[in-house]
């Protein structure tokens, strides 16, 4: 028994002494950066705040708005990620009038500070001014930010590359003696419940969409019990949303992305507004994207449809970047081409649509909270928090619950695909036996985008 207890002690006491020299060397090296990260901020300049009004992440990115009167003239004024040994330039929309400036970091929603480009470490994001003294020496200061928003701290994982994550606490007054704005960023690995990407195969069990019959090349409706007459086939739009979904899930699993999806089977039901609804289940993962799948029609009964071609829907205030990306990779991999309608139409085969006057008008709910600014879809909608102007606050229940996101300030970028007309035959055929093509069409186009981002 004694050899066994003195053969454990040998093992044992190794072990330790390696657990006791790492506890020291991981305290020891927070205490030195906690050090040097106080050493750098006892510089910044308290004589002024730089106030920050409203910030979101939407999908990668964090825009920030704000303002600031600075106490003195300067030469030059820049946004900067900094620990005072590391320093990297944040692009801004400055606008300046004496020392009084606004700024923003983007125009567009889905730009920004790109979060997935980072480093790993501690980092404040301070302004930066340089000016010159009487002997032109040059002077530089920073200057803090102080959150006037009505949002607290927010966290963010990267995507998945090459089987890595990062995760980013962003924290507010993490310094004792004045308001900052911390970036804390870390190598780990997803929560089991968090993912990159959601898809959204449009429809399910209970709402097949549209259903269209093909006899050879003849296209018809089916009958009143959803039968197709003369040997025709049968085709609805929730299989081919979920085909297609289930083909993109593959394709950008295999480009090692950690994708879920609303629904997985044909039999699958799915809620709107619940947790891991069509509307929630982006946010609820903390996807970055939400891919929204679906297949279009004339909606003309019995008739073919002269429209033909793909349709991308994209929110408000939205850079075309990764929309355009998207529609040209589509015209190549899935031979289809972009829709010809007019009527929302922002380039093309990408389109935005908003509520109408007399769709507002027409409300259950009034007062409306919605405006012609209000994107119509709510898988754009509801699925962009703030970002997008949500509007499912609660006031539509029983008829829905509330959207718990709906003024969120940290949500996925959201897409809606229209990939072709069901109605028209060239379109019909090419999504009867291109869907692979379409899967890959969209996960090159969002793997393209990324990796020049």
Avoid at 74 to 79: N, R
Avoid at 180 to 186: A, E, N
Avoid at 344 to 365: L, N, P
Avoid at 414 to 428: A, I, R, S, V
Wanted: hydrophobic share 30%; aromatic share 14%.
């Amino acid at each position: 028994m004694k050899k066994r207890t003195k053969k454990y002690l040998t093992i044992l006491i190794p072990i330790c002494i390696v657990l006791i020299i790492a506890i020291i060397i991981f305290a020891g090296y927070h205490l030195i950066f906690k050090e040097r990260a106080k050493k750098f901020l006892e510089t910044v300049d308290t004589s002024t705040y730089v106030a920050i009004n409203s910030y979101a992440i939407y999908g990668i990115h964090m825009n920030l708005e704000g303002a600031f009167t600075l106490p003195e003239s300067v030469e030059d004024v820049v946004l900067v990620l900094t620990n005072g040994d590391y320093e990297q330039e944040i692009s801004w929309n400055l606008k300046q009038d004496g020392n009084n400036y606004t700024f923003q970091t983007s125009e567009y929603i889905n730009e920004g500070m790109n979060l997935e480009k980072l480093p790993t470490g501690e980092y404040y994001l301070l302004i930066k001014t340089t000016s010159q003294d009487e002997n032109n020496n040059p002077i530089t200061k920073y200057y803090s930010l102080e959150n006037n928003s009505d949002y607290e701290d927010l966290e963010y994982y990267t995507l998945t590359k090459n089987n890595k994550n990062n995760k980013i606490d962003i924290e507010w007054n993490t310094y004792e003696e004045f308001p900052t704005l911390r970036f804390h960023i870390y190598e780990t690995e997803l929560p089991e419940d968090v993912y990159d990407i959601t898809i959204d195969p449009g429809h399910d069990a209970s709402d097949p969409g549209k259903s269209i019959c093909l006899n050879d090349y003849n296209i018809y409706d089916p009958d009143y019990y959803g039968n197709c007459y003369n040997g025709g086939t049968l085709y609805t739009e929730a299989d081919f949303n979920l085909e297609v979904s289930q083909a993109l899930k593959t394709k950008l699993e295999s480009l090692g992305y950690k994708v879920t999806m609303t629904r997985n089977t044909e039999e699958d039901y799915v809620e709107i507004y619940e947790p891991m609804g069509s509307a929630t289940m982006a946010n609820d993962t903390k996807s970055k994207f939400n891919l929204a799948i679906h297949h279009n029609s004339s909606g003309v009964d019995g008739g073919l449809s002269y429209l033909n071609g793909t349709e991308i829907y994209i929110a408000n205030d939205t850079s075309l970047d990764l929309a355009e990306t998207f529609m040209q990779e589509l015209i190549e991999t899935a031979t289809t081409s972009p829709s010809y309608k007019s009527l929302y139409k922002v380039a093309d085969g990408i389109y935005q649509r908003f509520f109408t006057e007399e769709e507002i008008a027409d409300d259950s709910v009034q007062p409306s909270n919605k405006t012609t600014d209000t994107i119509y879809y709510y898988y754009i909608r509801e699925v962009g928090g703030i970002s997008t102007h949500a509007t499912n606050d609660g006031r539509y229940y029983p008829t829905y619950p509330e959207n718990e996101h709906y003024d969120s300030n940290n949500t996925a970028e959201p897409y809606l695909f229209e990939l072709g007309y069901m109605d028209n035959l060239t379109d019909l055929q090419n999504m009867i036996s291109n869907q692979n093509g379409y899967a890959n069409a969209i996960a090159n186009a969002l793997q393209k985008y990324l990796e020049e981002e």
